[in-house]
């Protein structure tokens, strides 16, 4: 019995942390607890626990790892998306192309070539381009955990905050824009970019957290605060300066030559038509005007003149696809040979470089 006693005594004992003094232990005690193998391996712990598992820690920090590289990849992969959208549309601006536009047509191509697809003289799809490549950039460094410039994980972090934010915002003012000044047209490239833009933002608050993410909403603030007003700065100034024009809606009309053709003039014209060459106009121009009447009326019906502007022109009107093929920048223009010529030209200039007989000029 006093054994048990003793046996009862020494799990307790064993359970605490603190040695009993060397001078209050009983030698019958420590008789009995040598005597004991089994008393041998007991641990000192407390009532309940057990011993956690080391690699519970590690294998959490590894799943949240793992979690992060897959939302930057998704990021860098949304950018890839965005990044070769704007590069179309930059190509269709350098090219003056129509864009295709599954849904919506021909008010989709009024939307992007309107004053609100520039920002102080810059495309808006060159903007974009830049945005979603620095978007892609950080995302690949930080699913890579490879930095450069001498950034840390933290400064990457809120580098692709503070982008996508400006991005958000951005798209925010675009999306009010094409509700209330093209509420009857639809641009499927605009809300592919607003989706994209969201898209990132969201996942990088979703990875930051909301709590890190609520410590940085006075930069987030100010960045959107400072999008917004230079958008609209933009665009008030563009209004300003183009208001003269806005009202401006001019439907085609013929114009009329007076001057007679003279046997020179005929004979130029027809040679000029001979070879190809063309001259290029507008029916409100007047140095176009002024050129036909150096040919006369019966001289100017021979020549291949190309209206840029058959069906009038109002403000956002597009040349015709052959003076945009062209490459035309001003009127006239004259394209002989392959060479251009700009501006009123004298009929000896043209007949020089036309290649037209010496022996047919005049004398």
């Known amino acids: 019995m006093a054994t048990m006693s003793l046996l009862s005594f020494s799990l307790s004992f064993n359970r605490c942390s603190t040695p009993i003094p060397y001078q209050h232990q009983n030698p019958n005690l420590i008789s009995i607890l040598r005597s004991s193998p089994r008393l041998v391996s007991l641990k000192c712990s407390s009532y309940g626990s057990e011993p956690e598992p080391e690699t519970e820690p590690e294998t959490a920090i590894l799943a949240t790892s793992t979690g992060s590289d897959w939302t930057y990849k998704l990021a860098v992969g949304i950018s890839?998306?965005?990044?070769?959208?704007?590069?179309?549309?930059?190509?269709?601006?350098?090219?003056?192309?129509?864009?295709?536009?599954?849904?919506?047509?021909?008010?989709?191509?009024?939307?992007?070539?309107?004053?609100?697809?520039?920002?102080f003289g810059v495309p808006l799809p060159l903007i974009g381009l830049a945005a979603y490549g620095f978007a892609a950039t950080i995302g690949f460094q930080l699913a890579t955990n490879k930095f450069s410039f001498g950034i840390n994980k933290s400064n990457a972090q809120l580098l692709l905050l503070a982008t996508t934010t400006s991005m958000a915002a951005a798209s925010s003012y675009f999306l009010y824009i094409l509700t209330t000044a093209f509420p009857s047209?639809?641009?499927?490239?605009?809300?592919?970019?607003?989706?994209?833009?969201?898209?990132?933002?969201?996942?990088?608050?979703?990875?930051?957290?909301?709590?890190?993410?609520?410590?940085?909403?006075?930069?987030?603030?100010?960045?959107?605060?400072?999008?917004?007003?230079?958008?609209?700065?933009?665009?008030?100034?563009?209004?300003?300066?183009?208001?003269?024009?806005?009202?401006?809606?001019?439907?085609?009309?013929?114009?009329?030559?007076?001057?007679?053709?003279?046997?020179?003039?005929?004979?130029l014209a027809r040679h000029l038509h001979s070879i190809g060459a063309r001259m290029y106009g507008a029916f409100w121009c007047s140095h176009c005007l002024e050129q036909k009447e150096m040919f006369g009326r019966e001289a100017a019906k021979e020549l291949d003149y190309v209206e840029c502007f058959p069906e009038g022109y109002r403000t956002g009107t597009k040349m015709l696809k052959a003076c945009i093929d062209a490459k035309i920048e001003g009127f006239p223009t004259w394209i002989i040979n392959g060479q251009v010529?700009?501006?009123?030209?004298?009929?000896?200039?043209?007949?020089?470089?036309?290649?037209?007989?010496?022996?047919?000029?005049?004398?």
């Open 80 to 119: 890839g998306i965005g990044f070769f959208e704007t590069s179309y549309l930059n190509f269709i601006k350098l090219t003056g192309s129509d864009a295709f536009c599954p849904v919506g047509g021909g008010s989709c191509t009024d939307i992007l070539n309107s004053d609100y697809a520039v920002v």
């Open 185 to 267: 047209s639809s641009c499927t490239y605009c809300l592919l970019s607003v989706i994209l833009s969201f898209t990132l933002f969201f996942i990088t608050v979703k990875d930051l957290g909301l709590q890190e993410t609520y410590k940085q909403l006075g930069l987030q603030l100010f960045i959107s605060g400072l999008v917004i007003l230079t958008l609209n700065t933009s665009y008030s100034s563009s209004k300003s300066a183009s208001s003269s024009l806005a009202g401006i809606e001019l439907p085609y009309y013929a114009t009329e030559i007076s001057a007679s053709s003279t046997p020179f003039a005929q004979s």
């Open 341 to 363: 010529l700009s501006g009123e030209q004298e009929l000896l200039e043209l007949a020089q470089v036309s290649g037209y007989s010496e022996s047919d000029q005049p004398s």
